[in-house]
């Protein structure tokens, strides 16, 4: 499977963000990737500390969500699709999946928020498994892969090949350039997207904003701990890797024995 994370840089509308969707879906198509990967809160934008978005609405988000369909189903694509979402009275961070037929596969909502978070969304509940052209995948956003380790085990234990990881990290403001994926001295963001691929034995990817400090860069890691790629800090774009889903055999993650460490 050739796999997409697509890069774009923050944006203030949802329109903004919905040309940045189209173009680098178009992208990802004519690399011939099977599915493509936008970071967290992509739509309407991720509510950064002194960076403002659009305020979204139910109908806003509904009417998105469609046109990412329509998105998938003209460039053959699968979407995920990260974006603010209204279910059952609750207001939720969550990604989509869209098929490449744009139809709905079903969403994981955030369901570990940074305590930072807890006035901006309400907590989902459940974990998903997807599928495309027969690779299995799940998915976890941004704190829950970085700090909550359990949520990409839960995903290799249940058959995924690769965890997909939207986050949003870093500033347009303040912090320092990166130059160098995995470098001592960078923050530990990519190491911890490492070791969830090889504590588990399965692909994880880590898909980030394109800002002027990024704290991470996009980038798919093998279940050997190997970084097949990794998209240039600060630069927008679109990284298409191949993976050898043979290889993700989620040997260590089946090893885990959940019986020693139940409650009582």
Same mark, same amino acid.
């Given at each position: 499977?050739?796999?997409?994370?697509? !890069?774009?840089? @923050? &944006?203030?509308?949802?329109?903004?963000?919905?040309?940045?969707?189209?173009?680098? !879906?178009? =992208?990802?198509?004519?690399?011939?990737?099977?599915?493509?990967?936008? +970071?967290?809160?992509?739509? +309407?934008?991720?509510?950064?500390?002194?960076?403002?978005? $659009?305020?979204?609405?139910?109908?806003?988000?509904?009417?998105?969500?469609?046109?990412?369909?329509?998105?998938?189903?003209?460039?053959?694509? *699968?979407?995920?699709?990260?974006?603010?979402?209204?279910?059952?009275?609750?207001?939720?961070?969550?990604?989509?999946?869209?098929?490449?037929?744009?139809?709905?596969?079903?969403?994981?909502?955030?369901?570990?928020?940074?305590?930072?978070?807890? $006035?901006?969304?309400?907590?989902?509940?459940?974990?998903?498994?997807?599928?495309?052209?027969?690779?299995? @995948?799940?998915?976890?956003? %941004?704190?829950?892969?970085?700090?909550?380790? $359990?949520?990409?085990?839960?995903? *290799?234990?249940?058959?995924?090949?690769?965890?997909?990881?939207?986050? %949003?990290?870093?500033?347009? !403001?303040?912090?320092? $350039?990166?130059?160098?994926?995995?470098?001592?001295?960078?923050?530990?963001?990519?190491? *911890?997207? /490492? /070791?969830?691929?090889? =504590?588990?034995?399965?692909? &994880?990817?880590?898909?980030?904003?394109?800002?002027?400090?990024?704290?991470?860069?996009? *980038?798919?890691?093998?279940?050997?701990?190997?970084?097949?790629?990794?998209?240039?800090?600060?630069?927008?774009?679109?990284?298409? !890797?191949?993976?050898?889903?043979?290889?993700?055999?989620?040997?260590?993650?089946?090893?885990?024995?959940?019986?020693?460490?139940?409650?009582?």
């Amino acid at each position: 499977m050739k796999i997409a994370l697509a !890069t774009p840089p @923050f &944006v203030k509308t949802l329109a903004e963000a919905l040309e940045w969707v189209k173009k680098q !879906t178009r =992208e990802a198509a004519n690399k011939g990737a099977d599915i493509v990967c936008f +970071p967290e809160s992509y739509l +309407p934008g991720y509510p950064l500390m002194g960076f403002e978005v $659009e305020s979204p609405s139910p109908e806003k988000m509904q009417n998105a969500l469609a046109t990412v369909q329509t998105i998938a189903a003209e460039n053959n694509i *699968a979407i995920i699709i990260p974006m603010d979402w209204y279910d059952d009275g609750k207001y939720l961070n969550v990604a989509q999946v869209v098929s490449a037929k744009g139809e709905l596969l079903g969403y994981q909502a955030k369901n570990q928020l940074d305590p930072s978070e807890d $006035e901006l969304w309400d907590a989902g509940q459940g974990r998903q498994i997807f599928e495309v052209n027969g690779v299995k @995948f799940g998915i976890v956003i %941004c704190h829950e892969g970085f700090r909550y380790g $359990e949520t990409v085990r839960w995903a *290799a234990r249940q058959g995924a090949q690769i965890v997909f990881h939207p986050h %949003c990290n870093g500033s347009d !403001t303040t912090g320092v $350039e990166l130059v160098e994926w995995g470098h001592k001295d960078n923050p530990y963001y990519e190491k *911890a997207t /490492m /070791m969830r691929a090889i =504590e588990n034995t399965i692909y &994880v990817a880590g898909i980030n904003y394109a800002s002027r400090y990024p704290e991470s860069a996009s *980038a798919i890691i093998a279940p050997n701990g190997v970084c097949l790629g990794w998209q240039p800090y600060g630069e927008p774009g679109v990284l298409v !890797t191949e993976i050898d889903t043979s290889l993700a055999t989620a040997l260590l993650a089946k090893r885990f024995k959940p019986n020693i460490y139940a409650e009582n």
